[in-house]
Each structure stands twice: as structure tokens, then as C-alpha cells.
């Protein structure tokens, strides 16, 4: 596709509104793809990008999104999906992150999701090659060292587009967290894409109640149908200390067995005080900030924290998605549909919590 170009939905200025822009299609390196976008859920993130910066790798100008799934219209030589089959033109595909493979947290610690070098999408500079790293584009560039997961035909690209984030993180909470036993209950802080998408995984697997906090009522409309046995409104009991009564209330009054923040950091004090001593609290959602007394917390407990996730728990996501449509209603966490040109008015219901999850869908 020499000189060929595509549009793209790019943020050229904080706060400002995102502008429509041709953008090159580049040569492809060896191992690379070029994928025909068909759905771009948007995130929390990047409406904070959108009024950012959120690091210094935000470069404008940028394409904005980070949540793909489309059909691959071009290989460059020969490549597998990440179970070690081919993948070819056609197909319908989500990708993982890149990380550098070679420093500390690659090689010795295998950590993967915080090595430092580890590039993600939706921030990058639209003047530097390979350009299309944005998801919110009729196109999109996917490196040589992303590793490439089939979406199956009962996934919707716009479900397996939040997989592509929303989704994987929070089945590396679970993967982090390790079995949930019969007799556990689960309370999740958060009812937008995650506190859903994490009711319903909580659910599956085999947490004897689900409790959900979290807002609008909306939201918590679609909580019940994925997975919460209890759902708290935050809009309606307001007071920190009512909202661990109705914690404490449902666990005999110990607290919660299992706390996963999906929030922000501000709700991290909150589920601490709802946890029982001896617990195990996942800590996902970032954003905010909060002090934790040291003193006030919950004894032998264990935390985890988690940051985005590695390979496999994009094919987790999916799976996942697949596996278990016919016990949850994932579509309605997709609660909003806009064209391309539709791209502000999404941000702008995303940030003002009007939608669970929107997608710019191109078909």
C-alpha cells in the first residue's frame, strides 16, 4: 500500500476536539501486519489522555484508542497466532503489547508488563513510523513481536476490541489472585467495563456471592445481569461507613473474603476496610489518589496489584467471551455505538459516565 492513506481520529491538542486527519500507511517491517479495523471500544485512559499528558511517552500529535480488533489485510512473511497456528489475510485478530524481551523485569524476574520499555497504543507519535498505532483509525500497524490471537466468530469485534484491554486486565487480576473457593465471597468496587466484566469472571468462578459497588444506576442494571448477586448504588448511600455495614452485614460480619478494586486508587482505602483480616485484595484501577494508614490495616491480609497483562490473558479474555456467552450478556456492556466522525461525542459520553463502553465501529 505505498502511498496510500487512511483516516484516523487524532488528538493534535489537549482538551481540544479530535480531528479527522489522513494518515500514511507505511511499508510493512518483516514479521509485521497491517490489520482493517472493524471496532475501537474507548477507554477511560483515553479520555485522561485526550486531557493529559498521562506520561511522557504521550506524544502529539497521536491517534487516539488502544482497544483493536480487526481483519488482517496484509502479512509481511510468515506468522502464528500465540497457540502456534498460521494466521493469514482474512482472519479476525486481536494483539498483545510489545515488551523489550531483554531487560530485568523480561528476562530474570518475568514480569513482563513492567518492563520499561513496553510499548502500548494510543499515545504514540503520528510523526514517527510506522504512524498507525492508534486504534481509533481505519487501519492499524501491529508489530513483528505482537503476538496475535484469533477472535472467534462468537465474539463480536466490539467485545473482543475491549478484551483487547478492559478485559485481559482483569483476567490477570484473576490469574494474580489464583482459585476462588465455594465458600468465598467476592466484593467488587466498581460497576463500569472492569467491575462488570470482573463480576461476571467472579461469578464463573465459583464465588458463593458477588457483591458490587458502584454507579450509576445504569451501570448497576447491567452489574445484575453479569454476574453480581447484590448490587450497593454509591449515588444513593453515600457514607464510607453505611457502605461497609452492607458489606459487613452480608459476611456475618467479618468482611469480605476477596476485595477487587476496578475503580480508582481512591477506593483502595474503602475496600481495605471492607476486607476480613486474613483476606486477599486485587488493586486494578488507577486514576486519583489516597492515604492508606498503615495501622488500619486488615491483618495477614494479601495484595495484589496489576498492571495491563501479559500475552495470554488476551487469549483468556476471548476465550473467555466465547466460552461463556450463553451465561452472561456481554453485548450490553457495549452501550453505545458511533461512526468514525462520532469519535467526540463517544469521548464525551465516556467521560461523563453517560455509556458503560463505547465503540467507533467501522463496519
Known amino acids: 500500500m505505498s502511498n496510500a492513506e487512511c483516516r484516523a481520529a487524532v488528538i493534535t491538542a489537549l482538551n481540544k476536539p479530535i480531528e479527522i486527519l ?36 504521550d506524544k502529539l500529535p497521536f491517534i487516539t484508542g488502544h482497544e483493536p480488533c480487526g481483519i488482517i489485510e496484509q502479512i509481511n512473511g510468515k506468522r502464528t497466532d500465540i497457540k502456534g497456528d498460521p494466521i493469514k489475510p482474512g482472519d479476525r485478530v486481536v494483539w498483545s503489547y510489545v515488551a523489550c524481551g531483554s531487560c530485568y523485569y523480561c528476562s530474570v524476574a518475568v514480569q513482563p508488563c513492567i518492563c520499561p520499555h513496553r510499548e502500548s497504543w494510543g499515545h504514540n507519535s503520528l510523526e514517527e513510523y510506522p504512524y498507525l498505532l492508534g486504534s ?15 477472535v472467534p466468530d462468537e465474539v463480536s469485534s466490539a467485545s473482543a476490541a475491549a478484551a483487547a484491554c478492559a478485559y485481559r486486565t482483569v483476567m490477570h487480576g484473576f490469574d494474580r489472585l489464583g482459585a476462588i473457593k465455594p465458600n468465598e465471597t467476592v466484593t467488587i468496587l466498581g460497576a463500569g467495563p472492569l467491575g462488570n466484566f470482573a463480576s461476571a469472571v467472579a461469578k464463573d468462578h465459583g464465588a458463593k456471592q458477588v457483591l458490587t459497588i458502584g454507579a450509576p444506576a445504569n ?60 483476606g486477599r485484595f486485587v488493586h486494578i ?34 476465550e473467555f467471551l466465547a466460552s461463556r456467552k450463553a451465561h452472561f450478556p456481554f453485548e450490553e456492556m457495549i452501550s453505545a455505538s458511533y461512526p468514525l466522525e462520532g469519535v467526540n461525542e463517544a469521548m464525551e459520553a465516556m467521560a461523563s459516565y453517560k455509556v458503560v463502553k463505547p465503540v467507533i465501529n467501522f463496519n
Open 285 to 318: 484501577g488507577a486514576g486519583g489518589k489516597a492515604n492508606i494508614p498503615v495501622e488500619n490495616l486488615p491483618e495477614q491480609f494479601t495484595l495484589y496489584t496489576v498492571r495491563s497483562g501479559e500475552p495470554r490473558h488476551w487469549l483468556h479474555a476471548i
Open 136 to 150: 481509533v483509525s481505519e487501519y492499524m500497524y501491529v508489530p513483528p513481536s505482537c503476538l496475535i490471537i484469533k
Open 219 to 278: 451501570r448497576l442494571e447491567v452489574t445484575k445481569r453479569m454476574g453480581a448477586d447484590l448490587v450497593l448504588n454509591l449515588d444513593e448511600v453515600p457514607e464510607l461507613k453505611d457502605r461497609i455495614a452492607w458489606v459487613k452485614e452480608h459476611t456475618s460480619g467479618r468482611g469480605s473474603d476477596i476485595v477487587i478494586q476496578v475503580a480508582n486508587n481512591a477506593a483502595t482505602p474503602e475496600g481495605l476496610a471492607m476486607l476480613r483480616p486474613g
Open 22 to 57: 489522513k494518515v500514511p500507511i507505511p511499508e510493512l517491517e518483516l514479521g509485521a501486519l497491517l490489520v482493517k479495523i472493524t471496532a475501537s471500544t474507548l477507554c477511560g485512559t483515553d479520555v485522561h489522555r485526550w486531557h493529559g499528558p498521562l506520561s511522557p511517552k
